[in-house]
Every structure is written in C-alpha cells, then in structure tokens.
Nanobody, 128 residues
Framework: QLQLVESGGGLVQPGGSLTLSCAASDFTFGRYGVAWFRQAPGKEREGVASIGPGGIGTNYRFSVKGRFTISRDSAENTVSLQMKRLLPEDTAVYYC?????????????????????WGQGTQVTVSS
C-alpha cells in the first residue's frame, strides 16, 4: 500500500512563497501520475497541478499558471509544488494524490476520483 506524506505547508504573507513536498513510501511512485489538489473550507476539492510518470508532462489550473511549478525527483521519490506570488485565495489544505494508471492530463485535475492514493494534507494559509 503506497503511502504519501505531504510537508512544507504553513503561514505566509500575500506575495510570498512556499514549497510543498510529497514523499512516497514505494519507488513504484515513479510510474504513477501525480497531482496536487486543494480544498478550502466550504469549497469542493480542486486540482491544482499534475505531472506524468518520469515528469513527461505537466498541467496547471489556470489560476496558478505562472505562479506554481510542479516537479518530481525520481532519486528522492518525491513530487514538489513550488508556489510563488501567493494570494489569499490560495489558502487551503493541499493534498498529494497518485494515479496508478499514470494519468496526468488536464482532465485528471477535474476528476479526483481517478486517483488511487492520497496523502493526509498540509495546510497553506496566505494572510497578512
């Protein structure tokens, strides 16, 4: 059973930066599509960014394009989400998810049910 552990969340001022990390327990992780989702209080979970197996490609939610960068490190067995120019509306719990079928297209950002494994989430709060 693959386990995913997110880290790196915290409190940051508007305009600031944070980098989230998702560490996997098994090196099969490298063959999976991986995405970051987020959920704010009272709102539905939404896809933020996705990356294909081996980093073959990436996709981003329109509102984070140019500010967020998803990447993966096969040696460390991690996927990171670098977030810059953060806005108060980026405040949410951020989750890492893995799809064993290797999906990573933009379609997957709207279909969280396709992901087989999820981390416990890490809180990101953007506030002055």
């Amino acid at each position: 059973q693959l386990q995913l552990v997110e880290s790196g969340g915290g409190l940051v001022q508007p305009g600031g930066s944070l980098t989230l990390s998702c560490a996997a327990s098994d090196f099969t992780f490298g063959r999976y599509g991986v995405a970051w989702f987020r959920q704010a209080p009272g709102k539905e979970r939404e896809g933020v960014a996705s990356i294909g197996p081996g980093g073959i490609g990436t996709n981003y939610r329109f509102s984070v394009k140019g500010r967020f960068t998803i990447s993966r490190d096969s040696a460390e067995n991690t996927v990171s989400l670098q977030m810059k120019r953060l806005l108060p509306e980026d405040t949410a719990v951020y989750y890492c998810a893995a799809d064993t079928a290797g999906g990573w297209s933009s379609w997957y950002l709207n279909h969280p049910e396709e992901y087989d494994y999820w981390g416990q989430g890490t809180q990101v709060t953007v506030s002055s």
